[in-house]
């Protein structure tokens, strides 16, 4: 036999009570003198044998029904091998990912969980529970009921691993063992297999499963440029069925509603388009009507007012192609020759070039380098053979090899080209070199050679071609990777041309803005502000978003009470696959709903309650000393 809380049976240290008060008399008798007694001395002797009698019968009542009171709010049980030991620490774990949006028999899986939670906990259990972005210790229902209630999905989804640390951190002590409850509808993490709990721990798995369900989803958007240097807005969408009536777009403009269009999905894909007659700035949201998954229904972006960025070609060539790229609605471009080019004006750039110098001077190496520890972006294009290269940070000397390479490898994850590709591109023409300047240059590798070594390469703030780009030596001006490339690394200390950002994901972020002492951005929604890790330079601001951005959202950046730009993030659209790890994956007991783990809290399968049988015992024997004081003479 077991006790749920069996320091109470210390009460037993009440029994102590009875005793002392039939054991030791505690009223004084007092002698009469009598006349002739002798003719009751018979009776005398009979009433002493039956008061003796009936103070011990009172006794042993009072002591068994104190003994039975305090066992009954010991609530002792008689447990069984496979039920739920409570003896243990109970910790929660419930999923509130997007993908718990989908729609279970109950309603929305999530919803329809904390429902059942609050409905059918015992309501005198204590536990922890926490979820993707909340934790509650040493509970009970009724004291997270409203948070449960109120609470919003994350998109801050909790890989298998992440789950066992975080309720690995609820054991009050390193050696104690949890009872543990897994709420989720077990969505595949990736391409790795599932990770199981501790054997030590008592488990039970909640797998909460969706019907079959119709969901359309906004994908991403960019923005594009016709051949009449008009912007539009490029959207892609997708649905989980083949749909033959074209999807509504409606594009807001803060509230107002600005634009519609339709777009028809072929193969469960589709695009669609919206003009824009300004760029500038705009705090933007695209909407659908979906009744499947409610995340991915809209998308949130926005654009800044464009101030020109300076960039500076210091170019030892006779073809400019850099003037293609770099225009003036959004460059302030100007060119020099190594020759004429002005040393103090360096500083006042946010972009420097160097094309093909043959020799880096002393003098020009330490201003590039004032230059990029400022935060500003250096170029390089090498020539074949040069020279003063390793005087720049973090470059290594040039080695020169006359080898043709194709360049085939695209990092698409690097920030450089995020957002540049509508889809990760495998079957395009691959631009090539017939030389090389850098062989093992290092480096964050943005575009690589067939064999596996770096065309382009990012050094912080420094971006290193390991190849000339004349004509002569490559096509890669004629490939069309060559805009958005140079495109966005001039963009790089700037928000321009990011939409939005993902949400829970590192984010670098920057504005052409200078802070003076103790000034910080803040970025705020509705009334609530956020204080980001930020970075200031002369000319910019870099802010480093993560974790604590939980809410997809267009947000105002403020400096003091001031808002001086727009970000957007939005949730990643990998939720919104139907991909889960199965029962032999998970391999362990899974339950289909989270009444069947309640049962066995209850009792109802693993354990037998005894203290309604200690309450009832309690009231026989008061009821029985109450009959003995009555009728026992």
């Given amino acids: 036999m077991l006790f749920k809380n069996p320091n109470l049976l210390y009460g037993l240290l009440f029994l102590l009570i009875p005793i002392i008060v039939h054991l030791f008399q505690l009223r004084k008798f007092k002698k009469v003198a ?60 419930l999923d509130n990912s997007n993908s718990l949006q989908a729609k279970g028999t109950d309603g929305r899986l999530y919803q329809a969980a904390v429902n059942d939670l609050i409905e059918k906990l015992p309501s005198g259990l204590s536990f922890s ?30 890989s298998p691993e992440q789950v066992l640390l975080k309720a690995d951190s609820f054991r009050p002590r390193s050696n104690d063992n949890i009872s543990f409850i897994w709420i989720s509808d077990f969505q595949r993490s990736g391409n790795s297999p599932f990770v199981s709990t501790d054997k030590a721990w008592n488990t039970r798995f909640v797998k909460l499963i969706p019907v079959e369900y119709q969901n359309i989803s906004i994908d991403s958007a960019f923005i594009s440029m016709t051949n009449d240097n008009d912007h539009t807005i490029q959207l892609s969408l997708s649905s989980n069925f083949d749909e033959e009536q074209p999807v509504t777009i409606s594009f807001f403009n803060d509230d107002l509603l600005v634009a519609k269009t339709s777009a028809s999905l072929k193969d469960q894909r589709g695009e669609a388009s919206f003009a824009l007659s300004d760029i500038n700035s705009f705090k933007g949201t695209i909407q659908i009507e979906d009744d499947g998954l409610q995340f991915d ?4 972006i926005s654009s800044n007012t464009r101030e020109k960025i300076s960039v500076l070609h210091i170019n030892n060539t006779e073809n400019d192609f850099l003037k293609r790229i770099y225009t003036g609605d959004e460059f302030d471009y100007t060119t020099a020759t190594p020759s004429n080019v002005n040393y103090n004006s360096i500083k006042n750039q946010q972009v420097v070039v160097i094309n093909e110098l043959e020799v880096i001077s002393p003098a020009l190496a330490k201003e590039l380098n004032d230059f990029t520890i400022a935060g500003n972006t250096l170029i390089i294009i090498p020539s074949s053979d040069a020279s003063g290269y390793e005087a720049l940070n973090g470059l290594r000397g040039s080695e020169p090899s006359v080898v043709e390479k194709r360049i085939t490898g695209i990092n698409f994850d690097h920030p450089i080209l995020q957002n540049v590709f509508s889809q990760r591109v495998t079957n395009f023409q691959y631009p090539k070199v017939s030389s090389t300047a850098f062989q093992n240059a290092g480096g964050n590798s943005i575009l690589s050679f067939d064999d596996g070594s770096s065309f382009l390469s990012q050094f912080e703030n420094t971006f290193l071609f390991a190849s000339p780009l004349n004509e002569e030596n490559s096509n890669f001006q004629n490939s069309p990777l060559i805009v958005p490339v140079f495109y966005k690394m001039g963009l790089r200390n700037t928000s321009a041309g990011v939409l939005y950002y993902p949400m829970s994901q590192r984010n670098e972020i920057s504005f052409p803005k200078s802070l003076q002492q103790d000034q910080i951005l803040e970025l705020q929604l509705d009334n609530d502000r956020i204080i980001p890790e930020q970075r200031a330079y002369n000319s910019f601001v870099t802010i480093v978003t993560g ?29 919104n696959q139907s991909d889960y790890y199965s029962d032999e994956e998970i ?27 200690f309450v009832a015992g309690a009231l026989f024997f008061l009821i029985c000393e109450l009959m003995i004081l009555k009728f026992l003479k």
Wanted: glycine share 4%; no cysteine.
């Fill in 129 to 158: 529970l926490f979820t993707n972005v909340a934790s509650f210790q040493n509970v009970t229902k009724q004291e997270i009921a409203n948070e449960l209630l109120s609470g919003s999905y994350s998109s801050a989804q909790l």
């Fill in 547 to 575: 974790a604590e951005i939980n809410h997809a959202a267009n947000y105002d950046v403020m400096l003091k009470d001031e808002s001086i730009a727009y970000v957007s993030f939005n949730a990643s659209r990998i939720e």
């Fill in 587 to 613: 391999g362990a007991p899974v339950l289909s709903e989270i009444g069947a783990f309640v049962q066995e809290l209850n009792g109802e399968n693993n354990r037998l309650e005894l203290w309604k049988w």
């Fill in 34 to 93: 009598f006349t002739n007694v002798a003719f009751l001395e018979p009776l005398i002797t009979q009433t002493r044998k039956s008061r003796t009698l009936k103070k011990w019968l009172t006794l042993i009542t009072r002591l068994l029904a104190i003994a039975a009171i305090v066992f009954a709010f010991a609530q002792p049980f008689f447990p069984t091998e496979s039920g739920l030991k409570l003896d243990e620490n109970l910790v929660i774990y």
């Fill in 297 to 300: 229904n809209r998308l949130f």
